[in-house]
């Protein structure tokens, strides 16, 4: 045995032993827990599964950086008005999973409708500002017709919406760009509904086939078709959340970071800096429910496996905004689109859309890059588009200038590997980190960024192995 591997098994014998001896009595410390499960990350993911593991029986202990749980539902309240509106997570597949989920916390669910109260649609060059005469996307009907054609080509692969357990060999339509794959099958026609419900993967185009099938999956393709999406009535999907974080009462350490992770034969040991000092936890078992990027890892006791299939994440970067007082209109909504660039989608990064939300005056807008930008730097580039549009548009002047009331990063977003690494196996190794170390993962990089596909999975994949003895 090596030297730092004799140092990290005493460690972690160490802490082990603090935690047996006050699940013995011996100290009775409060900055000790005992939990069955400790969660790290109280997204969509990770809340999920603290409530369901409670209703099995299990304790669980589950650990959230931010103030809030629900990762990217985003809120918002209107001081003015007293109203809700839902800029981030928006709707919900109606799927057994998601309407048992929020039945249980006593939260209505019912159609998305117009949700943007949208009275008029522009569309626009946001690199000039120019307004387009007309939208240059194709009509609903051949967008209809290329949308049950791609679901045609979504059941060759009936393997898609669990997780991602591949073929070998992988198919070569998987490998090809979604631009490409596009062409082959003439399926132009739904390009800009595709980039319009699958924002924040970057230029589209050039992604692998397999994560926009992934993204865009069939349940997304008939709620498209049928308009048969789900929010809650109450237009606060964070309600959710509110009334997990009551259940779980002080299971949930929010507002803290995990500083270490030891891992062991016999369970893990999670060290955690909250608001009321130094917590540890001894568990039997960890979930991490959080994009397993190397940087958001540093806490984890990596072991060289994980830590070379982790290194070979590249992401997209996200972020959504409100804007009061845009100069934009009540009731407009504009949208981006260059007629000179391949099916006449945008490059990014750049906004997609700027659209009026019920609240008088408030406007959502949605950004994506490919590569890290600051918040400094997307701030500035909304505000300069928002203007030129205005300009461009001759919209009236309005008094005021432009506010953002919300503003969020929701970096990294869509994790990705090279189609010779896909090919390679990594998705393969990647699913044999499962349960190894007593680690079992979670979240969108294993299905996809879509709430009620991650419960789904979580429910039928994930939970069934944490429940194991």
């Known amino acids: 045995m090596s030297f730092h591997n ?44 603290a409530i369901r593991l409670r209703e099995y029986g299990r304790t669980v202990t589950l650990i959230e950086r931010e103030l809030v749980l629900g990762g990217h539902v985003n809120t918002y309240h209107d001081p003015v008005t007293g109203q809700t509106f839902d800029y981030g997570v928006i709707s919900f597949a109606n799927i057994s999973v ?105 230029n589209i185009l050039a992604q692998p086939t397999l994560y ?25 999907n964070h309600e959710l959340y509110e009334k997990a974080l009551l259940k779980l009462g ?66 997209s970067y996200y972020w959504d905004a409100l804007i009061r007082n845009p100069g934009v209109p009540s009731g407009v909504c504009i949208n981006n689109a260059n007629p000179a660039a391949a099916l006449a989608l945008p490059e990014m990064p750049g906004m997609y859309l700027i659209c009026a939300s019920p609240i008088p005056d408030v406007f959502t807008v949605y950004y994506t890059s490919p590569y890290a930008l600051s918040e400094q730097y997307v701030k500035h580039d909304i505000l300069a588009t928002t203007a030129k549009l205005v300009k461009a548009f001759g919209f009236p002047a309005v008094n005021g200038t432009p506010e953002f009331v919300g503003f969020n990063d929701h970096r ?15 998705y393969d190794r990647l699913n044999g980190l499962q349960g190894k170390r007593n680690t079992w993962y979670t979240g969108a990089t294993w299905q996809a960024h879509d709430s009620s596909l991650i419960w789904n999975w979580t429910e039928y994949n994930i939970l069934p192995q944490l429940l194991a003895d």
């Open 98 to 202: 998601v309407t048992n989920y929020f039945k249980n916390f006593d939260v209505p669910l019912g159609p998305v409708g117009d949700l943007f109260k949208t009275k008029i649609t522009y569309y626009a060059d946001f690199t000039t500002g120019k307004p387009l005469p007309s939208s240059p996307f194709p009509s609903g009907n051949a967008t209809g017709a290329a949308l049950f054609a791609y679901e045609d080509e979504l059941a060759k692969y009936p393997f898609l919406p669990y997780g991602y357990n591949l073929p070998t060999p992988i198919p070569e339509d998987l490998l090809l760009s979604w631009g490409n794959f596009l062409k082959k099958y003439q399926l132009e026609a739904l390009a800009y509904t595709a980039f319009s419900f699958l924002e924040g993967i970057g």
């Open 250 to 315: 002080s299971s949930a350490l929010i507002s803290s970071n995990v500083t270490q992770v030891l891992r062991s034969h016999g369970g893990v040991a999670v060290t955690v800096s909250t608001p009321l000092g130094t917590k540890l936890i001894k568990a039997s078992k960890l979930l991490i429910a959080i994009q397993p990027k190397l940087e958001s890892l540093s806490f984890l006791d990596l072991n060289t496996e994980e830590r070379h299939l982790f290194r070979q994440f590249n992401n």
């Open 412 to 426: 990294p977003f869509e994790l990705t590997v090279s189609t010779d690494a896909i090919v390679g196996g990594f």
């Open 6 to 49: 004799f140092v990290f098994s005493l460690c972690t014998a160490c802490l082990f032993a603090i935690g047996q001896a006050a699940q013995d009595g011996i100290v009775r410390s409060p900055d000790i827990i005992a939990s069955d499960v400790v969660i790290i990350g109280g997204g969509s993911s990770g809340t999920y599964s």
């Open 212 to 236: 926009v099938m992934k993204y865009f999956a069939q349940s997304t393709v008939q709620n498209v078709l049928t308009n048969g999406f789900l929010t809650t009535v109450h237009h606060n």
